[in-house]
């Protein structure tokens, strides 16, 4: 499987970004999807996930009301919407596979894609 996260990028803080997890090389649809964050000097962290048939989310309670998961399955794509951008969402962005039983523990996930930087400037 090759996850591959897109979208990243400068941004002022209040701004927006919509950040892409294409996939391929496996069965997108029949997977759970989560991404996660991790800032220079930090541990990864959980930011939101997203059940298989796309009507379960979850988020941490740092972006809920200001993030958005959501998936396309014909597209093989997850998708990542983020409004009202604080410095404090600086961080490399990653997604994965969900494998385990937890939606927030990043063991629970196999497959990562190489990450997306995500820069808030104040």
């Known amino acids: 499987v090759q996850l591959q996260a897109s979208g990243g990028g400068l941004v002022q803080a209040g701004g927006s970004l919509r950040l892409s997890c294409a996939a391929s090389?496996?069965?997108?649809?029949?997977?759970?999807l989560g991404w996660f964050r991790q800032a220079p000097g930090k541990e990864r962290e959980f930011v939101a996930a997203v059940s298989v048939d796309g009507l379960s989310t979850y988020y941490a309670d740092s972006v809920k009301g200001r993030f958005t998961i959501s998936r396309d399955n014909a597209k093989n794509t997850s998708y990542l919407q983020m409004n009202s951008l604080k410095p404090e969402d600086t961080a490399v962005y990653y997604c994965a596979t969900r494998l385990g039983s937890s939606w927030y523990s990043v063991r629970d996930y196999d497959y990562w894609g190489q990450g997306t930087q995500v820069t808030v400037s104040s």
């Open positions: 090389g496996r069965t997108f649809s029949s997977y759970a």
